[in-house]
DNA sequence: TTGAATTTTCAAAATATTCTGAAAGTTTTT
DNA sequence: AAAAACTTTCAGAATATTTTGAAAATTCAA
């Protein structure tokens, strides 16, 4: 079926760019293989969909817990847990920035803090050591401050349905 | 001496710090390496002073060129190269900016571009489909633009210098 | 040219990451 | 309280990535 098709290249193509940017592949081709479910999977299904082992599917599915991607869903008469994605693509986008920010800026942030502090520019060599390393903070702290900004606008209501008039 | 310590703080953190998003070790140590260097530097000082092999360093110079992050320098009288970070920290972060955009944006356009030219939206199930995909389209583009204005912004001579007034 | 100095390449080794699957743990039913 | 249904853990296996180092290629000086 067409159909069938697409949805496993999307999913494949998904895990393999994800590597690219340092995401791992099985998690981003459950998250995929969530995204496009109409209704929500247990970990059987998905262990059965994607070929991989019960181990793998329940450490994936906690990770994309942990970045709030997926939501466990607990259906009335069945023991098993079943998992389904945010669907609302933009609040996965906001979603996926806030975590990028947290685990990708904020650590070069305190680095840096640190650094500046354990250094007294007391030669010209240790002022300019700080200089660069204070530029990067600047900057760092302006990539912070462009995503908190983007996140805030975006957040806004008006914003968020005036953008989502074109996804319908 | 206190320097050096803090120095070699500073790339190993860095270093450490890259391989959480996807970027190599070695290249973010030898790229903290140059920015920190007052001179440009050639192959064997980098070997030496971060003890890994030259072909390591080899590719990882020819990486940090390809990201339009060092320089290759021809000294007059020398026969090595010599090579030098860009230290304008601001040109750095727009650099890796535009690299980032695309290798991990533009390849999620080009993906979903394919999907919807193959798939017909003629049942309700494969419109749904189309719908999931479509909307992560939007978004990769919206995230597109919004990078390219904030590129743009900083690039603007009055924005930029304006910045580069606390970065001093 | 020749050959010394330097850079590049790439197969194999080292290292790091991801995945498996069975055992241990937990929750629910009987 | 025992068993069944399900989830979690984690040591070892599989896979992927990075690094080495020596050989090949290139560049330059004489």
Known sequence: MELQVAKDKFIHTWGTLATQWGINRTMSQIHALLLLSPKSLNADEIMEDLRISRGNVNMNLRDLMSWGLIYKQLLPGERKEYFMAEKDI??????????????????????????KKSVVPDTVEKTEFLKIVGDIGVVAGF??????????????????????????
Do not use: H
């Open 90 to 115: 933009w609040k996965v986008a906001r979603q996926i920035a806030k975590e990028r920010r947290r685990r990708e800026i904020e650590p070069i942030i305190e680095t840096i803090e640190d650094i």
């Open 143 to 168: 990539a912070d401050n462009t995503i908190e900004s983007v996140l805030k606008s975006e957040e806004s209501w008006l914003i968020t349905n005036f953008l989502k008039l074109f996804s319908r």
